[in-house]
């Protein structure tokens, strides 16, 4: 083993362990390790950056810009939710909601298909008296799934084919995955539909996440005349309540209902206030500052519609830009003038204590103020919505254009007019230049994150395949397997995908095991493409913890569920998903 095999190795071993250990975020660690390359002379410095102008970069930038475009039609919810209007059966509930959802995330964003059926999903479940627990995890997994379905389903799809064309002459085309897919999208939705829901812990209960506890959080008390807050404005009175712990939703005067984060309003005598505290704080809170409880135990309503109040909660995204703050560094009533009134995270609701809680992705925000003034939160924050909405975030409008421009694209990709860079660069910008999407939402769409690290890494694995590496692991393996068929090397490379795409982000488990697989399947004198679909799979099987993949960190809240909830679910369906890959690989790509 040379030097240069020995440094590439060792680079590949901590790169693994620092994705795998999540303390920095992926394109961090990425671009560290392509500067460690660069110092160590594996990557030449005058090419560390070109992998940013690499068409597969490029392919997953217009792919995801278009699926935006695709999302904000409303078509998929619209589709869901007509499927399961009347239907309480959880079986024909899963089934209804996971094939669609998983179809549409073959041709758009794995996230932003979920994103777009997990308000249906949580209404569903509600309106039948179930917990939205039974669903969320199950949706998630098989979006992942349907990634596998065509070339611009998921990015490693586009990556694996990209290193085909460096390595074998050729991708893949937009449809060569969509037998496979269909099987292991088929056999997981059953799966999870009448046997693997059943495994999942049922934490939340048939309401919303946090929505229903909040109620006993909440009491109306009268300003007394002798009260010091009189003649205060409302954005004193929030700070008082707030080192008391207790939050300011909002003030009653008549029959006006004035908002908590209405600041400049100020308390007069009589004026009742709206507010949110823990049952052993109210006592030691209303003696000094005088004030009254209005008809002891009586039910206050969360919202009020009639005078404008709203309610909603919101999901915190992976590598969201709040992640890590708290809601004083937020200021969320001095920007947008609401009021946050809980936080679920793992299953658990908190509802006091928030001024010094630091957002963790996949945590639900409890959400109150103005209807407006909530939306434009979860839309500057770059939250989820959990309730379907009837914004002009959906346009059914723009449906028939939006898809027409989209379909001209991956028509002219099927047909190979142009690689697959320019098929879909161009339909993502005729899709701008017609403005069936702004800028601001293209731009927003686009996970620089995952940009950043497969330009950074891709000098990188140019560099594991030059220095030989690749072809020493494979004969290595080639050697170690003996006299054992393909078939048997065929499934190593698919479990030890699915094994390393648990701990790393796909993506990254793409570039590291493709260039494996072909000179493996070289060394064998086997199809290498059989090998590459085996990483495509193993690649979009990450269920066994809410790292492995984005969609899982986005149901960890609404779902209630734990970190070790994952595997319950996750480790059944990897096993379907491994013996139906073995059963169809061979068939559809023979050794």
Known sequence: MTLPQIEILSLLAVALVLFGWGRWRHDVVALAVLFVAVGLGLVKAEEAFAGFGHPAVITVAAAVVISRAISMTGILDRVATRLTARTTNPVLILILLCLPAGIASGFMNNIAALALVMPVAIAVCQNAGHSPSMVLMPLSYITVLGGVLTLIGTPPNIIISGIRADRLGEGF???????????????????VAFIGWRFIPQRISAGRTGSGRVQEYLLEATVDEESPLIGKLLGDVSVILEDSDAGLLGL????VTVPGAAQWTQVRAGDVLLIEAAPDTVGPLLGPLSLSLVKPGRDVPVENKANDLHIAEAVV???GAIIGLTPAELRLRQRFTVNLLGVAREGTNTFSGLKDWRFNAGDVMLLQGEEDCVEDAI??????????RD?????????????????AGLG???LELAPAAVCLGAAATLLLVTRRLSLREAYQSIDASVLVMLAALMPVGDAFDSTGTTGLLAKFLADLSGDLSAIWLLAAILLLTMWISDMVNNSATALLMAPLAIDLAKQIEANPDAFLMAVVVGASCAFLS???????????????????????????LQIVVFITAMVVLPMLWPL
């Not at 085309?173 to 799966?191: E, R, V």
């Not at 009653?252 to 029959?255: H, V």
């Not at 839309?379 to 379907?388: A, I, K, V």
């Open 173 to 191: 085309k937009l449809f060569d995955f969509a037998p496979l897919g269909l099987a292991i999208l088929i056999t997981g939705t059953l799966f």
């Open 252 to 255: 009653k005067r008549g029959s």
């Open 317 to 319: 995204r992976p590598y």
């Open 379 to 388: 839309s500057e924050l770059g939250l989820l919505p959990l309730e379907q």
């Open 391 to 407: 914004l002009t975030l959906q346009r059914p409008s723009t449906a028939l254009p939006t898809l027409a421009i989209a379909l």
């Open 412 to 414: 002219a990709l099927i």
């Open 546 to 572: 809410p790292i492995g993949h984005q969609n899982n960190l986005l149901v960890m809240g609404p779902g209630g569920y734990r970190f070790t909830d994952y595997w319950r679910l996750g480790l059944p």
